[in-house]
């Protein structure tokens, strides 16, 4: 099985955020920029986030770990594995906000979403052949690797 992930360069990142926004449109309903943050009511949550501390930055996203800890420890079998790209995925029909997988989290990539009281992480923006925050890194900080 093909597993893809998103890796970082923290020498490359220059914390413009551009990931973010782009995140927030693409699981935006409407797609589009100005509606996703002006008229989303709620407003799409980013998947990823943007740390800083002096002139490093970093782009915290999910790891879609190959021993996922937060699969282990979802109580309702929310967090799951994508069969077809290892990806680690949230059904939120099945989670029921007990934040149990963000505690579990090595990274802090997973995220409560305190509106629909679930938690979203990083999905690989699937229907997209490239994640959002991966097409839109003006300095390609975020790129895409394959690995068996």
């Known amino acids: ?83 077809h790209n290892s990806a680690v995925l949230s059904d939120p029909d099945r989670c029921m906000g007990c934040w149990t997988c963000m505690m579990v989290c090595p990274y802090g990539a997973i995220i409560r979403d305190t509106f629909q009281s679930i938690a979203i992480k990083c999905d690989l923006c699937p229907g997209l052949a490239v994640p959002a925050c991966v097409a839109h890194c003006p300095n390609e900080a975020l790129a895409v690797v394959e690995a068996l």
């Open 1 to 83: 099985m093909i597993a893809t992930r998103i890796t970082v360069s923290d020498q490359a990142c220059i914390g413009c955020r551009l990931c973010e926004i782009h995140c927030v449109v693409a699981h935006s309903r409407s797609g589009d920029i100005l509606k996703a943050f002006k008229k989303e009511s709620p407003r799409p949550i980013s998947r990823v986030h943007v740390e800083e501390k002096g002139p490093l930055s970093l782009a915290i996203r999910c790891l879609h770990c190959e021993d996922a800890p937060c699969i282990a420890a979802c109580l309702t079998g929310a967090m799951h594995r994508d069969p």
